[in-house]
């Protein structure tokens, strides 16, 4: 089974003391952070994309442009969607929204590339090479 567009994702979560604006040091207020909604997609974009990597494979995001539309207060129940696109060899590109119990709080489009963990770990820390 292989990647395929209109595969759909999911994941959620309540908005937390943790998760608002205020402890992301996005803003001072105590609403659903803009950092933990684009989280929350991407989220439900990789674990869409998980059951069909082989071992020793991850994806990373490359790409987001979103917008987020609607507060959130604490207590309340979000969540995301993803719905793959397009697929372009190890390129995948999302559509990702999220919500809230009260209704769309956010939207936009999202870009993973499925990578060799190892191959990525080892470029990632060569970068602390003198």
């Known amino acids: 089974m292989s990647i395929e567009v209109g595969l759909k994702g999911r994941a ?19 609403v659903f952070a803009t950092p933990c909604m684009t989280a929350l997609m991407e989220q439900a974009a990789w674990t869409s994309l998980a059951p069909f ?46 919500y809230d119990e009260k209704g769309l709080i956010g939207q936009g489009t999202h870009q993973r590339f499925i990578i060799k963990n190892e191959r990525f770990l080892e470029k990632t820390a060569k970068k602390l090479e003198a």
């Open 12 to 30: 959620e979560a309540v908005v937390s003391e943790a998760t608002t604006a205020q402890q992301a040091g996005s803003g001072t207020l105590p």
């Open 53 to 98: 990597l082989s071992e020793g494979e991850s994806t990373v995001g490359t790409k987001l442009s979103i917008t987020h539309e609607s507060a959130s207060p604490i207590g309340i129940k979000v969540w995301a969607e993803s719905e793959v696109t397009e697929v372009d060899g190890k390129r995948i590109e999302f559509k990702v929204a999220a």
